[in-house]
């Protein structure tokens, strides 16, 4: 070539040597909150550890307690908050005062084939490779022990007198389960999960190693291994590369790509690909997808010849009823350890914000957003998923639930109409406990106006009257159809009533609300009608109720309204379709009778002025009669909580010993406390009647 054409000539020759003495042992330390001219080169390193296959480093540093810029009160604070008052071999801090701090590393790439550490001497270039890249820390450990401590001592406190009497739990049974071969499938994810990693992580033991400072002898001499030791050719022959070699290396050719490429998206399947999983699966990537789907879609959807039960038995897993429709669960969209892809809220509470809409579209066509996240409180991008999974925007109108109330699925099917409705009744109730609302706040908007109809008095006289005949007439029939009836020589006598309770004739008549109009008529269907509405009206609450609050208060002693409502509701919801027919329409009052009918009397507790429980929180019922020795103890301490809302255990046990001498064991009073109070900051509480 000739020299005009040169335009970058060779300036100098550097051979290039690769040292192998330290290769698999040579680390590059990172501070990256450190400012690169403040090295850590003259701070005394306490301590270092290194876990060498997960390549995790720990370093502990001397903190300079004298400088100006320390505050000594600061590290007092800070130590006394992590090791408490007293001294042990194992605290943090053994000189009272925060004098050190720990760096933990984590790997800036796991890759590092392509870097090496390189020295250069006397024409020479000597090269190491990297056997990993590390980027250290402050690690704030320390920070957890003193909450730690701080909840112990919280836990300590709260127990007062009783401490030991939460710690005492009674024997339980070891239930012996075998688990089921782990498939290829289970096995894979189980290893790829955290908490696989985490344990692994920490099976792994530390090394303890002996940190050389930089102007250490040791130092030096292990500085002289990032030289290449032989220095011939024959043992550096993986530098030793012909020009188009080495070419080679730096530009690779381009290999052809082998990858077949899917015809469609990946996260789409066909239907003869859905089709060929199980009904249950092929029903949930169905609601994932769709969210919201009327059951004849859904049907259209399966394969013909599908047994329609089968497939109400499997929606009913993943989905909820809506206005006929059904609509995906909360958490097959929002797994449980997962986050929102937005703002990164954990799962649980985006379930709880997404039941709430989903709730709200129960009762009504139309919502705001503003008022839905006014009260969830989550941050506007997961309101809007939450919407938009249902619902579709309105101008100047809000948001309307995206399919029509589907009224021939209600009329169809009103035995998982009626499930459904029992499981929202449960899911309302966790609702109002979390947001702390009332269902009352939420009367249905853009709904049409119900026509009233006046009647007046003397209508209403003469309806009464007129039933009251008809009764009568009925049962003068029946007697006179016995008398026929009867053997020659015996006595029936027909005998005309006159009419009772007023003129109008009108019987006594409960007026308490059936469980299924508690929520405004859930998904269209009202319990009006059904078998169980009979015993509206009745004395005598139905045997399966009186057996459900017998059980519910054998397992616990004492219980609010509220909460037998909301267990009596998830136990109907807990029913198989078609079962517990008697119990679809239990009025409040019937379940009030129901609890006195079980050997248990209400509890007057004065709660204060300032309480912000519920009417049905405020009605305490406890077990009066189980005979058993403790009878008369349980209904002492009834009278204890019946004049103030909140005893001390030392105020209880005084009574106790008062009334039936110091034979009571601690084990006994133990048992008492357990099964009818809970406490809190060192006060007693009926359950049910925490003030928090």
């Known amino acids: 070539m000739a020299s005009g054409e040169d335009d970058d000539p060779v300036i100098e020759e550097i051979d290039v040597y690769l040292a192998k003495s330290l290769a698999e042992k040579l ?30 480093v720990e370093l502990e540093m001397a903190i300079n307690t004298l400088s100006p810029n320390y505050c000594r009160s600061k590290g007092e604070q800070i130590a006394l908050n992590v090791d408490g008052t007293t001294y042990e071999e194992t605290n943090t801090y053994s000189t009272k005062i ?11 790439t796991t890759n590092t084939s392509r870097f090496a550490a390189a020295v250069f001497r006397k024409g020479e270039l000597h090269i190491t490779p990297l056997q990993g890249i590390l980027q250290l820390r402050p690690s704030f450990t320390y920070l957890d022990r003193a909450d730690g401590k701080q909840r112990e001592r919280e836990a300590a406190n709260e127990g007062g007198d009783s401490s030991q009497d939460e710690a005492e739990e009674d024997v339980k049974a070891i239930t012996v389960r075998f688990s089921r071969p782990e498939s290829e499938q289970a096995r894979q994810r189980r290893v790829q999960s955290y908490e696989f990693l985490q344990r692994k992580q920490a099976e792994e033991s530390w090394v303890h190693l002996h940190y050389h400072s930089l102007r250490d002898g040791r130092s030096e001499h292990e500085r002289q291994y990032l030289y ?10 993986e530098l030793v590369k012909t020009p188009k070699e080495y070419l080679a290396m730096l530009m690779p050719p381009m290999a052809e790509e082998k990858i077949v490429r899917p015809t469609g998206p990946s996260n789409v399947l066909s239907m003869a690909q859905l089709r060929t999983l199980p009904l249950a699966e092929q029903i949930k990537t169905l609601m994932k997808n769709v969210k919201v789907m009327p059951f004849a879609n859904l049907m259209g959807l399966l394969a013909t010849g599908i047994d329609s039960t089968a497939v109400l038995r499997c929606i009913q897993q993943v989905a909820l009823l809506v206005q006929g429709n059904w609509v995906v669960k909360s958490d097959v969209l929002y797994p449980k350890n997962t986050c ?5 809220v954990p799962a649980e509470l985006l379930c709880r914000g997404r039941d709430f809409v989903m709730w709200r579209f129960t009762l009504e066509r139309w919502l705001l957003r503003k008022e839905v996240a006014a009260i969830i409180k989550l941050p506007p991008e997961d309101v809007k998923d939450f919407l938009e999974h249902m619902a579709v925007p309105r ?29 929202w009744l449960g899911i309302q109730s966790k609702l109002e406990k979390v947001f702390n609302f009332n269902k009352d706040d939420f009367i249905p908007k853009n709904t049409p106006p119900q026509e009233s109809v006046h009647v007046s008095g003397e209508q209403r006289l003469k309806a009464a009257q007129e039933r009251a005949r008809q009764s009568q007439t009925s049962m003068q029939h029946a007697l006179l159809a016995k008398k026929r009836e009867a053997p020659p020589g015996s006595d029936v006598q027909v005998k005309q009533e006159p009419l ?22 859930v998904n269209g269907y009202s319990g009006a009608g059904s078998p169980a509405s009979e015993h509206a009206n009745g004395t005598a609450p139905p045997a399966e109720l009186r057996d459900f609050v017998a059980k519910t208060f054998k397992k616990d002693s004492v219980l609010t309204l509220s909460e037998l409502k909301r267990l009596f509701n998830l136990h109907l919801a807990s029913l198989p379709a078609g079962h517990g027919s008697a119990l679809m329409a239990v009025s409040d009052r019937m379940l009030q009778d129901a609890i006195l009918l079980s050997q248990c009397k209400q509890i007057l507790v004065p709660f204060p002025p300032q309480s912000t429980a519920a009417p049905d929180e405020q009605k305490v019922f406890g077990v009066w009669e189980t005979g058993d020795a403790l009878d008369k103890h349980r209904r002492l301490l009834y009278e204890l ?9 030392k105020v209880i046990q005084t009574r106790l010993a008062q009334e039936f001498g110091d034979d009571l064991a601690k084990t006994d009073v133990d048992r008492l406390l357990k099964e009818c109070c809970g406490s809190l900051s060192g006060w007693w509480y009926l359950k049910g009647t925490t003030q928090s």
């Open 500 to 521: 009772s309770d007023g003129e109008d004739g009108e019987q006594p008549m409960d007026t308490s609300s059936a469980a299924a109009s508690l929520n405004g008529g």
């Open 228 to 237: 290449c030791q032989a220095m011939d050719a024959s043992d550096n022959s």
């Open 98 to 108: 925060m004098d050190k701090q720990t760096f933990t590393s984590i790997q800036a």
């Open 641 to 649: 909580f019946s004049s103030n809302f909140r005893v001390r255990r």
């Open 27 to 56: 680390y590059l330390f990172q501070y990256p909150v450190r400012p690169s001219m403040s090295t850590y080169d003259d701070v005394n390193h306490l301590s270092a550890k290194i876990k060498p296959k997960q390549q995790k």
């Open 395 to 423: 101008i100047n109108r809000g948001w309307e639930f995206a399919l029509p109330n589907d009224g021939n699925f209600i009329k169809k099917h009103p035995d998982v109409t009626h499930r459904q409705q029992m499981l």
């Open 340 to 344: 929102s892809p937005h703002s990164g």
